[in-house]
């Protein structure tokens, strides 16, 4: 069985971001307005304070970081000056102010 080569990068590759609270840099795709993809690296891990100040949640899952609220609006930030491209572009259906293009 031949292994069939990931190509969803092809057309949108991902950017680097940095944390404007701790200079974390991470790379970043944008599907969709709904959706995010993040890939961390170590020594982004190591710098987001948020992260490093995660406790631990019960279950087999309890180590997962559930996110940076500081990155967040970084990465929001990028997507309204134009450095992460949105993939496709199509107005955020369940947002209210999407006329506004709040949108990230």
């Given at each position: 069985?031949?292994?069939?080569?990931?190509?969803r990068l092809a057309d949108g590759p991902m950017?680097?971001?940095?944390?404007?609270?701790?200079?974390?840099c991470v790379l970043v795709r944008?599907?969709?307005?709904e959706q995010t993809s993040l890939?961390?690296?170590a020594e982004a891990a190591e710098a987001c304070v948020e992260r490093r100040a995660a406790s631990p949640r019960p279950g087999p899952n309890g180590t997962a970081f559930s996110g940076c609220g500081s990155l967040r609006d970084s990465v929001r930030a990028a997507v309204h000056r134009g450095d992460?491209?949105?993939?496709?572009?199509?107005?955020?259906?369940?947002?209210?102010?999407?006329?506004?293009?709040?949108?990230a």
């Open positions: 069985m031949a292994v069939r080569p990931d190509n950017q680097p971001v940095e944390c404007d609270a701790c200079g974390a944008k599907s969709s307005w890939q961390w690296s992460v491209k949105v993939q496709i572009e199509d107005d955020l259906k369940t947002n209210p102010d999407s006329q506004e293009h709040e949108h």
